[in-house]
């Protein structure tokens, strides 16, 4: 590991309460957490202690009850509440309603705002732009209707055409809410204080909205360039929510996190904007006990780590939470606070993600990743007059989520159109990839880290016809695009450019097939230098059965076959691994092609591991990840390596006989670390705040040369000292 420089921000954390030395965590930056009147001193505090300081605040709802009670500009808000086609108010708790984004609410986020740029924050977080599919009945939006469609609002919930119309006003007025208070404070840091002000937008994936049936402005946002990057607030919360795959519905935690983690790095991904994976060691709903929290946390972790294009994370939302607070016992007894080996588990994972931004990237079984293209639209489409009977209501109080109630309501939630074609592919080891189908139109050469395309219009639509010529333009150069659907959706019939009095398709795939001068017939069919495979079936059928996943598997295997060079060889595995420098990050999933368990033969560190044990033979069960650290990905001998350590580096000293690090760490979380050495250490001693020295034990592996000890964290520092005979050494 390396000491590095906190202004690239590769790790930080939010937090709403003041600096506590049990919640230091010494990352890069911290989020100062809402805009109370206690914020500035809670932002003087974090910059005392070294921090670099953010601000985030919710922008579709929080503790904004004096605008709401018209104590701002003496007129009442509650009409700007979204509300349900009952007349319920949503809320995300007793007087927090989730908010329709007028105007006058944009103006009264942007002044409230302008405080923390008074108190000196370097960037602005606006979290969770949020409009639910079940809202568009409040008065506001009515008016916001009328303006954008200059037309009689519609109830969303009696046509497939009210209801697409309804997501796609509800996406804008987001969009318009963050371009003008990303403006206007821009504009006031620029006048007032001559500095630079950035703003990010941490956001749930695509893929999460569109299964809990939110609508957010997402890719809208690239057009933005007053947004400078994203958080992805991917977490065991979302990835936990169930779908189908073999005709079972159940949570699939990794598989779910990982196509999750995988459409939010396109946000970022050939731009400048920065993009941060969110992880979290416990979740929203305080029921869990520790180990169900550590499992489901390793998931998403490892899962992020299979998108090597991002080394930027949010280490944690609410510190406070994990390490100061209880949860159930496993036996239902009362509670309890987080194991030690646990929180010195997750300290020596927060510092190791600081190292992730790694030059060689190496795939296993070598296949290109399959893009499956998904698009914004997807959450325009989350609702349908076929299920109006039913309950579809969902709430949120911050802490748990109601699922929805109905069996058409819950085809919804699980949404097997997407599922069924992604998990039959990763079941099997392939590397799938969402992919953001809008991006076409942004940028030109988007395509090109792809030679097989999945598509379907039957769960969402593209927003403008020249996407077609770019998926066109990539099939004539080589590309292998795969074509699934029955043109059965409903919402082909909404007023969209396909039907217009200048078109005349049934649906959108129609132009796609005529762009690419192809015949809708079943099969391979060849286009210049590419094919194009159409797969007559409905995408949901492919996660009812195995016979199905299997059809879907091998149309993909037959037409990247055909189209590939003659080394080619479809390897089909029941894990991933990847390499990233000296990591070796993998999965084996359980429902695969086999459920054999994956060995790995060599000298590791388990990263995983609070003792940080050597290992040379690693045995991973379905159903499990790991995370490791290769020592024979490095021969220098001589190298001085701090490998991994549940503190933070500070400084490194080096004289003729010892080594001095400088390592600091929250309070009441064990200190531990394994250091690469070329001879074994004489004396290791701990010096303290006196600067007396006292000696302490530690473990030396002849086999890797490195050795373990055991230590107390402090945030202020603990100076270690490494003493050695007289030798010719280097530090790396």
């Not at 008074?118 to 960037?123: C, F, I, P, R």
């Not at 620029?190 to 703003?199: H, S």
């Not at 499992?295 to 994370?313: E, G, I, Q, W």
């Not at 066109?472 to 007023?495: C, E, K, M, P, T």
Request: hydrophobic residues 35%; proline residues 5%.
């Amino acid at each position: 590991m390396k000491i590095d420089d906190r202004w690239e921000e590769r790790t930080g954390f939010q937090e709403r309460v003041a600096y506590h030395p049990s919640i230091d965590l010494r990352t890069d930056f911290v989020m100062v957490y809402g805009i109370d009147d206690s914020m500035p001193e809670r932002i003087k505090e974090w910059q005392e202690c070294g921090y670099v300081v953010h601000l985030m605040t919710g922008v579709a709802w929080g503790e904004y009850q004096d605008y709401l009670y018209g104590q701002v500009d003496g007129r009442n808000h509650w009409d700007e509440a979204q509300k349900n086609r009952y007349g319920e108010t949503i809320s995300h708790g007793k007087d927090v309603p989730y908010m329709v984004p007028t105007i006058a609410f944009t103006n009264y986020l942007t002044s409230r705002i302008k405080k923390a740029v008074d108190a000196g924050v370097e960037a602005i977080h606006l979290e969770e732009p949020e409009f639910w599919v079940e809202g568009g009945y409040s008065e506001a939006f009515k008016r916001e209707w009328r303006i954008f469609y200059k037309e009689e609002w519609t109830p969303p919930h009696e046509s497939v055409d009210g209801q697409y119309r309804a997501s796609k006003l509800k996406a804008f007025l987001y969009k318009r809410c963050l371009d003008r208070l990303c403006t206007e404070l821009k504009e006031y840091a620029q006048v007032k204080y001559q500095r630079t002000l950035r703003f990010y937008v941490p956001t749930h994936s695509l893929i999460n909205y569109t299964q809990w049936r939110i609508v957010s402005p997402q890719s809208q946002l690239l057009s933005l360039p007053t947004v400078d990057g994203y958080i992805a607030q991917v977490w065991t919360g979302t990835s936990r929510t169930p779908n189908v795959y073999g005709g079972i519905a159940k949570e699939r935690t990794f598989e779910t996190a990982y196509l999750e983690y995988g459409v939010m790095q396109e946000l970022a991904r050939g731009t400048e904007r920065r993009m941060w994976f969110l992880h979290d060691p416990i979740e929203d709903n305080p029921n869990y006990d520790w180990e169900d929290y550590k499992n489901n946390y390793v998931k998403t972790l490892v899962a992020s780590l299979f998108h090597p294009d991002v080394f930027r994370y949010e280490i944690s939302p609410w510190p406070n939470r994990i390490f100061n607070r209880s949860y159930p016992k496993k036996d239902g007894k009362g509670k309890e606070p987080i194991p030690p080996s646990y929180a010195t588990s997750l300290l020596i994972i927060m510092n190791v993600l600081r190292d992730l931004n790694q030059d060689e990237i190496k795939w296993e079984n070598g296949l290109d990743p399959v893009g499956l293209m998904l698009s914004d639209t997807a959450m325009f489409q989350r609702n349908h007059p076929e299920i109006s009977g039913e309950d579809t209501s969902q709430k949120y109080d911050g802490t748990e989520r109601e699922m929805l109630k109905g069996n058409k309501a819950k085809e919804l939630l699980y949404w097997s159109e997407f599922y069924g074609l992604a998990l039959p592919l990763l079941k099997s080891g392939i590397p799938v990839r969402p992919i953001q189908l809008d991006n076409i139109r942004r940028f030109t050469s988007y395509l090109n880290h792809y030679k097989t395309l999945i598509l379907s219009y039957e769960f969402m639509k593209p927003e403008a016809p020249d996407i077609h010529l770019g998926i066109s333009q990539w099939v004539q150069n080589g590309g292998n695009l795969i074509y699934v659907g029955d043109g059965s959706d409903a919402f082909h019939q909404v007023r969209e450019w396909w039907n217009t009095r200048e078109a005349d398709y049934n649906n959108p795939a129609e132009h796609l097939l005529e762009s690419l001068g192809v015949e809708w017939r079943e099969g391979i069919q060849h286009v210049g230098k590419g094919l194009v495979t159409i797969l007559p079936n409905h995408p949901k059928e492919f996660a009812q059965n195995e016979q199905n996943a299997k059809l879907l598997k091998d149309t993909v295997k037959k037409a990247t076959e055909k189209s590939a060079q003659d080394s080619f060889r479809w390897d089909e595995k029941n894990y991933l691994l990847l390499r990233r420098g000296p990591y070796v990050i993998s999965s084996v999933m359980e429902e695969s092609v086999h459920m054999e368990p994956l060995r790995l033969s060599g000298l590791y560190v388990d990263l995983l591991d609070p003792n940080l044990s050597i290992k040379e033979e690693v045995t991973i069960l379905p159903g499990n990840q790991s995370l490791l650290y290769d020592l024979n990905s490095q021969t220098n001998e001589t190298d001085i390596q701090v490998i991994a350590s549940s503190s933070r580096m500070e400084s490194v000293e080096k004289a003729h006989n010892e080594y001095s690090i400088l390592m600091k760490g929250p309070l009441h979380v064990p200190g531990v670390c394994r250091i690469r050495y070329p001879v074994k250490p004489v004396k290791i001693l701990i010096v303290d705040e006196q600067n007396k020295e006292k000696s302490i034990n530690f473990e030396w592996d002849q086999r890797s040369n490195t050795f373990f000890f055991y230590y107390k964290n402090n945030p202020e520092g603990t100076k270690i000292k490494i003493l050695h005979y007289s030798v010719d050494i280097s530090s790396s």
